[in-house]
């Protein structure tokens, strides 16, 4: 027992000495040095341990956020120095020119030049080359690369990606050429009139070769990566933070604002907020649910429109009659849902193409001329005596449409099961649509709440369910992007809804240049989603980006697509 | 003694592989893949399976686990570091190390401190004392870690300000004090109540008797003859409970936001990362299988009647 005893004090003393001297190594400060100027550091957490940030290979909105800090494309998102909304430390971010300095478009908008800055350089100090971004364009594009976003350049028709990513083809025989050092050239196999968004995709960026073939996976570690963006990686502590510090290389010094910026990764919204409020993080966007009433009434809380929407797949195939997923549609109270469930400023959905998104005339594309409340408007057309405008008068026509569809065979006394993810608000939420579906049309929902990784991996494989939920963040700022999801046999038309017109009209959208003429056929299409037949897809809501900032902090941007910037802000 | 130890190990190794042979079907099992995305389509996680040699049938998998661990390679992060080491994430990293030092605080917090309150609370049977400890140790035992985490994390981080929330990489003495209270708390109360019962059940055996009749202090009865035979209980809890809180402290962990292997664990659970699943799980059993031998080979040092064997062999 004496031995067990001593023992334990040895230990005791040899960790108590360890810990005191890791303690003065970290605390210590020598009494000579002389006091140095406070480095501007700003603090943030927007999700936990990244994926990768590699990248061709990152697909989430942070993986985005960081590479963006880290690398610049051929174009980029600046800050506008205006006001994003009521949020005066928060500037809007819009495209402008990045690495190109400038670019041309042919006549038929198939050919893009982009001629590269002279004063570009990678971190390391090695000139940013025209074949950077061809090496980096055709790795995202490589299906062996297995890149979530491999499908992005044949999704936007640039030319041989299809057969490059679809069908094995040399990534070289990839319509993107280096004509020399500084002059990229891209063909496209039809105009996309969104084309110039592509250009600063995060999944775009140019990225060196031989640091790749040198370090192989490993080339993203803070060691080896080279970066050519405002900020390089100081630190990547996994699962903890990551550290970025100014690129002394990069050609715009002038919008280098914080000494540091850190990324702290966590996703304990309680243990997030926490931290927010003892001053350790200066910015932030989740948080608990219930705390963001107190949050808005501390005045630290401001909302940005996100272009995401929340929607409800309807089974087709187990609920085959259009009506029934029409009258489950009408029935959604979604003003209560945003007011009293997820209270985060989201907006009513009236349309599955999200709010942000604009048409060619700049107008939000749900109060476009001539098709506002695009999701009743085929409804409205069908029956004029309803009253559309209404929840309650909504309710009215969902009987109605109830009724006929139980005249007509209908079973009201089946169940309708309703799966969804565990996670966040989702279950409140089915809780809210099982409660109208019950109240207004009397049918009986059931809920099956499942994990995300088997929810996602059996929707398709277990098809009992005849409700279920997603969100989509479009990729750019273009109807297609929501559109395409409901084409025939599309990898995430889980709802298995079919209209050959629908099918015709995207494929029509796709090979037009921009202008009212192709609005009118997106118009067209999305209409088909919601009219006689339809009702696949039920959309929700609007997302909407919600974030607490420092009061002292200024000059962050987001851009429309939702990423926030820090690479200008001070402190 | 050697030959037991020997004979043990020799257990060990196939309890480890039967433990492999089980997590990796369980995890194969469970519908969803580590490259599962928001936006990735079925043919997207094909091409990633063939990529990384998921298409194989699951007996060659297998196969090439139990291979590559008997070479000392863990294989590489599908997911959650693509394409890194998991001997560099949970060893070089210092995820393993973290977790080793917040968990050997805490046992020592909890054995140093609970023992001594258990010998207090016995000592003082009835007493005011005893009924304020038993209390305590009860209230202890039935608070959920995630709820006494929060709790200080709120008052000693927010409001009072004494000590950081982000305990991060523990790099300051000031650092440890939240998570090491959390962690420490619930085995501390527990190993309170074992030692109050088995000192009770000791206090009361005939040699206690005869110490008192041959006049021996009361303190000397209670700390020299019936807290070492009153440990056997508290020493059988230690075993698993060390294993426990050195790699399990994943509530902990996520509250104070500290990068250990508990928290990444549950991670690679839930994203699927199978290398790490299988490299965390067969770390958590092995020292599982340690701490369990430190404890057999402990019963001995503290009771010499205890045989290690069945022939009764020393």
């Known amino acids: 027992m004496k031995k067990f005893i001593a023992l334990l004090l040895v230990f005791c003393m040899v960790f108590a000495l360890t810990a005191c001297s890791k303690g003065a190594n970290n605390g210590g400060t020598p009494a000579t040095e002389a006091p140095a100027a406070e480095p501007v550091v700003i603090t943030a957490c927007i999700a936990s341990e990244p994926e990768t940030i590699d990248p061709t290979m990152i697909s989430s909105v942070d993986g985005n956020t960081y590479v963006n800090h880290l690398f610049e494309g051929l174009l980029r998102y600046g800050s506008t120095g205006k006001a994003a909304a009521d949020d005066p430390k928060m500037n809007s971010a819009e495209l402008e020119l990045g690495q190109a300095k400038s670019y041309t478009v042919s006549d038929d908008g198939l050919v893009y030049t982009f001629t590269l800055r002279d004063d570009i350089f990678w971190s390391d100090g090695q000139p940013v080359k025209a074949q950077d971004f061809v090496y980096s364009w055709q790795r995202v594009c490589n299906p062996d690369q297995a890149a979530d976003y491999g499908y992005l350049l044949a999704d936007v028709s640039v030319a041989g990606a299809e057969e490059v990513y679809y069908d094995g083809a040399a990534p070289d025989t990839l319509g993107i050429k280096a004509l020399d050092d500084k002059t990229v050239q891209i063909t496209l196999l039809a105009a996309t009139p969104f084309f110039d968004q592509i250009c600063a995709f995060g999944n775009l960026m140019p990225l060196r070769q031989d640091v790749i073939e040198a370090y192989g996976d490993e080339w993203t570690s803070p060691e080896h990566m080279v970066c050519n963006g405002p900020y390089v990686m100081k630190e990547w502590v996994h699962d903890s933070y990551i550290s970025m510090v100014p690129n002394e290389k990069y050609y715009d010094q002038s919008r280098i604002g914080p000494d540091e910026i850190k990324w702290y990764l966590s996703d304990d919204e309680n243990a997030i907020l926490a931290s927010y409020k003892s001053g350790e993080y200066d910015f932030i966007e989740t948080f608990p649910s219930d705390q963001i009433a107190s949050l808005k009434a501390s005045g630290d809380y401001y909302v940005l429109p996100s272009v995401t929407t929340y929607y409800l797949y309807i089974n087709s195939e187990n609920l085959p009659d259009w009506r029934v997923r029409a009258a489950i549609t009408l029935c959604i109270d979604r003003e209560h849902i945003v007011e009293n469930v997820t209270q985060g400023g989201q907006i009513p959905a009236t349309s599955l193409v999200t709010g942000g998104i604009t048409d060619s005339a700049g107008n939000l594309w749900q109060n476009g001329t001539g098709y506002k409340e695009i999701m009743w408007a085929g409804l409205a057309a069908m029956y004029p005596d309803a009253d559309l405008s209404t929840y309650a008068g909504r309710c009215e026509l969902a009987k109605e449409l109830l009724a006929a569809a139980v005249a007509d065979g209908f079973d009201t006394g089946i169940t309708i099961p309703y799966r969804f993810n565990n996670l966040g608000t989702h279950g409140a939420i089915a809780e809210a649509v099982q409660q109208d579906v019950n109240s207004v049309l009397g049918l009986n929902m059931t809920m099956d709440s499942t994990e995300w990784q088997v929810y996602t991996s059996t929707l398709e494989t277990d098809r009992g369910w005849d409700v279920c939920r997603l969100g989509w963040q479009a990729d750019y700022l273009d109807a297609s992007s929501f559109l395409d999801l409901f084409k025939t046999g599309g990898a995430y038309n889980f709802s298995h809804w079919s209209n050959p017109d629908y099918d015709a009209l995207c494929n029509k959208y796709k090979t037009m240049a921009g202008g009212a003429e192709r609005d009118a056929v997106m118009y067209e299409a999305e209409g088909l989603l919601f009219s006689e037949g339809g009702f696949g897809v039920s959309p929700i809501y609007y997302y909407t980006n919600s974030y607490c900032l420092n009061k002292n902090v200024k000059g962050a941007a987001t851009s429309t697509l939702g990423f926030f910037l820090f690479n200008e802000a001070t402190k | ?314």
């Open chain 2, 1 to 314: 003694m050697f030959g037991y130890i020997l004979k043990r190990i020799g257990v060990a190794f196939l309890t480890i592989l039967l433990i492999m042979v089980i997590t990796f079907l369980l995890m194969n099992a469970i519908p969803g893949s580590p490259f599962l995305t928001e936006k990735s389509t079925p043919e997207m996680i094909a091409r990633a399976n063939a990529k990384y040699g998921l298409d194989k049938p699951l007996i060659v998998q297998l196969g090439n686990y139990i291979l590559n661990y008997l070479k000392g390679d863990l294989g590489t992060s599908l997911k959650m570091q693509e394409g890194t080491a998991v001997t560099k994430i949970i060893f070089q990293e210092g995820k393993f190390a973290l977790s080793f030092r917040l968990g050997v605080c805490a046992v020592i917090v909890a054995v140093l401190i609970g023992i001594p309150l258990g010998c207090l609370a016995a000592y003082n049977r009835g007493k005011w004392i005893d009924s304020v400890l038993r209390v305590i140790t009860t209230l202890g035992v039935a608070v959920p870690s995630f709820v006494l985490c929060a709790l200080l994390l709120i008052f000693l981080g927010v409001k009072l300000n004494w000590v950081p929330v982000i305990s991060g990489s523990l790099e300051t003495g000031k650092s440890y004090i939240a998570p090491v209270l959390g962690l420490s708390f619930y085995p501390m109360c527990y190993i309170a109540k074992l030692t109050r019962t088995s000192m009770l059940d000791a206090i009361n055996q005939d040699y206690i008797r005869t110490a008192r009749a041959k006049g021996l202090k009361t303190r000397v009865i209670i700390f020299k003859h019936a807290l070492r035979n009153s440990m056997i209980p508290v020493i059988t809890y230690l075993g698993p409970m060390t294993a426990g809180i050195v790699t399990g402290g994943f509530v902990v962990e996520q509250t104070f936001q500290i990068p250990g292997l508990g928290k990444y664990f549950i991670s690679s659970i839930l994203n699927r990362d199978y290398p790490i699943i299988m490299a965390t799980t067969v770390v958590l059993a092995t020292l599982v299988i340690l701490m369990n031998l430190v404890v057999d080979i402990a019963y001995k040092l503290v009771d010499p009647r205890i045989s290690l064997t069945k022939k009764g062999e020393n």
